[in-house]
């Protein structure tokens, strides 16, 4: 017997399936979209339809990009220096430092952490190609914006050792950042002061 119908049973469960959504929280969002007109369910039905068509990846920096455009915007921007690259560890920690208005260098998106218990490692992310770019963009400095939990040091330190052969200063942010705050959730003035503090290591 359904105490709900199937159709809003299902919606509950989609939403349930997201990171961060607890069963109250998907029950809200699915009958928010209920009650609306269905205009609602209709633009967040069409966006998430197009989602996977019409977004790809910068070749260079792994940043999200519109489909079929080969480089970031924040790539190929002649202002930014092409010299500095902040290292993080997804996409939208990229949109977080970008919202200091300190940065002026580019951008590498590693595609996530280093997680063993998770089965990721190395050759997961996308490190092979940020050593690449140190040597065709004749990078100066790298500074390794992963966060300061376990995954965010394993990372920052095995891509430190994989670079220490190269003519590159190497920084981490300063400690300002909470130990296990991810950057995308940290506030900006943090993140500003992160940044102008930033130590070689």
């Known amino acids: 017997m359904h105490i709900l119908p199937p159709a809003l049973d299902d919606l509950i469960e989609a939403f349930g399936a997201l990171p961060g959504v607890g069963p109250k929280t998907a029950e809200r969002y699915a009958y928010f979209i209920l009650r609306n007109d269905k205009h609602t369910a209709g633009k967040l039905s069409d966006a998430l339809t197009q989602l996977h068509d019409n977004i790809g990846y910068c070749k260079k920096t792994f940043a999200l990009v519109e489909k079929g455009k080969e480089f970031s915007d924040l790539y190929t921007d002649h202002s930014r220096n092409k010299k500095i690259i902040a290292v993080v560890a997804e996409p939208f920690d990229l949109v977080a430092l970008e919202k200091t208005n300190e940065y002026k260098g580019t951008y590498h998106v590693l595609g996530g952490l280093i997680s063993p218990i998770d089965g990721i490692g190395p050759e997961q992310l996308h490190i092979r190609e940020l050593m690449q770019r140190v040597t065709e963009d004749e990078v100066e400095e790298i500074i390794l914006a992963t966060n300061a939990g376990v995954e965010g040091e394993s990372t920052a330190l095995y ?32 993140l500003s002061r992160a940044l102008e503090g930033r130590q070689s290591i």
Do not use: N, S
């Open 159 to 190: 891509i430190q050792q994989q670079l220490r052969d190269l003519p590159v200063r190497i920084t981490r942010l300063a400690r300002g950042l909470p130990v296990g705050v991810d950057l995308e959730y940290a506030d900006q003035i943090t």
